[in-house]
């Protein structure tokens, strides 16, 4: 089969396109045939080096993707075989991810696509769809609640925006950096948008909620916008985090405690089952209904994977980059 893989960290040169053994499911596993895989910052942040050292000797990247299923393993039922599926945690803790024609993987890990769903919007659900998701259903919730989603136009806001007014957010604001960027967060359904190059965010967020800050804040990078966040929140408030863009934040304890602010730092690749299955059950309905929009900004071929690995790194779409495997 043809696949991309890197036996060191590095600059997408380390990437190679080339040929690899077709692998065969084990017990309790799926082979499912790549139709895309979804690049994610996580991808070249890993392949860099910079987020943790090599886990295994090679390593085929990208833990989204969709596809069929073309064999199964003892254990599981026959009748999946050609089912339309999507993948979670492709290569999370495993060497082989979804960067090539096949991979296989345990059963769960490969989830029944809707037939409504095409497979480049499949191989973006894994990580954006899901962190956007848990990051709104934690800790009870966003109904009848404000939402503030920073970074409101990337791959996970995209997703966050959407989903927050689909359970029942009262009110929804986003962070971006553009007017383009606006303009595509206010058709996911924001009720307003705040240009934080120009804005004076916690200005703008009091503003818009009559001076009380927002229940839920869906935070992209903790690191830059720790010093504001206390200032957003309102009384009771909880920031759900899921990235920084450095290895610390400084949250100011005096507003913090005084508001009863809370922060709820998690990674989607460790979701616990309950946590992930609430979370597949609200997507996966959402989807079969038509309510969810996908922003497959590129389609790389799989031989281009270190173009596209630039591509997210330099932030040069807005929306998802895909690969056609």
């Not at 270190?306 to 779409?317: C, D, F, I, L, N």
């Amino acid at each position: 089969m043809k696949a991309v893989w890197y036996d060191r960290t590095g600059g997408p040169e380390v990437l190679t396109y080339g040929d690899l053994p077709t692998p065969s499911p084990a017990p309790g596993e799926v082979l499912v045939r790549l139709a895309c895989s979804g690049v994610n910052p996580s991808d070249w942040k890993t392949r860099s080096g910079t987020s943790r050292p090599m886990a295994f000797p090679r390593v085929v990247p990208h833990s989204d993707g969709a596809g069929r299923v073309e064999a199964v393993g003892d254990g599981v039922d026959r009748a999946r075989v050609g089912e339309r599926v999507w993948i979670w945690n492709g290569q999370w803790k495993r060497a082989h991810g979804t960067a090539a024609g096949y991979i296989a993987l345990p059963a769960a890990q490969a989830v029944r696509l809707p037939e409504n769903t095409p497979f480049e919007a499949g191989a973006c659900l894994g990580i954006p769809a899901l962190t956007a998701l848990h990051a709104l259903l934690t800790d009870g919730g966003v109904s009848g609640r404000s939402v503030l989603v920073t970074g409101g136009a990337g791959s996970v806001g995209h997703y966050a925006v959407q989903f927050a007014r689909l359970l029942g957010a009262a009110q929804v604001l986003a962070t971006v950096s553009s007017e383009e960027k606006a303009a595509h967060a206010l058709t996911a359904g924001a009720d307003s948008t705040i240009n934080y190059r120009q804005e004076d965010v916690p200005e703008r967020v009091a503003a818009l909620t009559g001076g009380r800050g927002v229940d839920r804040a869906v935070e992209v990078d903790v690191s830059g916008n720790a010093a504001m966040l206390p200032a957003l929140l309102a009384p009771g408030g909880l920031c759900a985090v899921y990235g920084a863009n450095g290895p610390s934040a400084e949250i100011a304890f005096g507003p913090s405690i005084m508001k009863g602010i809370a922060f709820r730092f998690f990674i989607v690749y460790e979701l616990d089952a309950a946590q992930r299955a609430a979370a597949l059950g609200a997507l996966n309905g959402w989807l079969e209904a038509g309510l969810v929009r996908h922003a497959v900004a590129a389609r790389v071929p799989l031989a281009e994977c270190a173009a596209a690995h630039r591509a997210v790194q330099e932030g040069k779409y807005i929306g998802n980059v895909v690969l056609d495997c």
